[in-house]
């Protein structure tokens, strides 16, 4: 056996594991929660002025030219702006900058699958909370002398359920002694009131993180984005930099630029996913299903006379993905990603079909 025992230290890990990417001509991919429109048309400009030549040099270290435009739009400084590839990577490098304690970082059992991944990974202690019968998660839970950390996303995915702002507000005010980490992925869906971004001026352990994977339709450049106070942005920055100080490539610093100045696309953008959202949450309600209060670009549904399961298979026969999680407490439900209008429809009608 001799030569064989650095095998016992290899990592031990699950990773997290995405969305199936079907390919194909006909196929309907709503499982990833991807946006159903294309980014702006600035963005399109970028790319055709494009020249190779430039990808010579590398991109600005910092992804200067990106946070000054999110600083910009948001009203802060560029000091309270962490830009890095997608906030999966982001809130990977918040948890490695803030959560050092020996007490357990605490989260909702239903939430983003990538916490327990990052605790396992970079061994944080952790504990979750359940959330409510409803799905709603209780601020209560996460009061806490005891907690090393704090983290939820809001509207929390996969239930695509928002909470308040005077929900963020008392835990932040129950945790003062630790950082509250709230990842604000699919706020731009949800209806005024529920961002609370400009918390981070209040609160100097208040970390709000975004992505441009959602809302700004584009989850292929990796462009993610934190808010904090400065000293918060300065321990972020000092960790990318002990890894890899060029996070950002040029060409996802230039076409996000282009996408956050242009506002008015944006919000039709938005506009758009929310009216067939809307659509769609009657038209399967019609059809016998629970549809959670969605403020999100997705649904998240569960119908009492079928198994999600069964009626996850029977659409992916049709070329139609949508989610399924094999999971205790939500193994019953759906998540279904909004789509145009045409792809909604069809997916309305093979449900149909299947349920007779
Ligand atoms: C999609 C998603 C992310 C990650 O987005 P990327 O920027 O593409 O890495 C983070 N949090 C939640 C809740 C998400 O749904």
Known sequence: MSGQLWRKNLINITPYVAGEQPKGDNIIKLNANENAYPPSPKVREILDSYKPEDMRRYPSADAGPLRE????????????????????????????????????????????????????????????????EDFHIS???????????????????????????????????????????VDQTYVDFAEAGIDCLDLI??????????????????????????????ELIKYMLAVKDSYNSYPVNRLSIETGVASVQDEQYFQSTLKKVIATREKVSRQLAELGFEVLESQTNFLFVTHPGFKAKDIFEALREKGIYIRYFNKPRIDDHLRITIGTDDEMMQMVEQIKAFIG
């Open 69 to 132: 435009a999110l600083a910009k739009r948001a009203g802060l400084s560029v000091e309270n702006v962490f830009v890095s590839n997608g906030s999966d990577d982001v809130l990977a490098t918040a948890f490695r900058a803030f959560f050092n304690s020996d007490k357990p970082i605490v989260y909702p059992d239903i939430t983003y699958s990538f916490y327990p991944v990052w605790c396992d990974l970079l061994k944080i202690p952790s504990r979750t909370v359940p959330v409510g």
């Open 139 to 181: 601020a209560q839970s996460l009061y806490g002398e005891g907690n090393g950390g704090v983290v939820f996303a809001n509207p929390n995915a996969p239930t695509s359920l928002a909470q308040s702002r005077e929900f963020v507000r008392d835990v932040l005010e129950h945790n003062k002694d630790c950082i509250v980490i």
């Open 201 to 230: 001026n209040e609160y100097d352990n208040l970390l709000v993180t975004h992505t441009f994977s959602k809302s700004r339709s584009m989850a292929g450049m990796r462009i993610g984005e934190a808010y904090g106070d400065a």
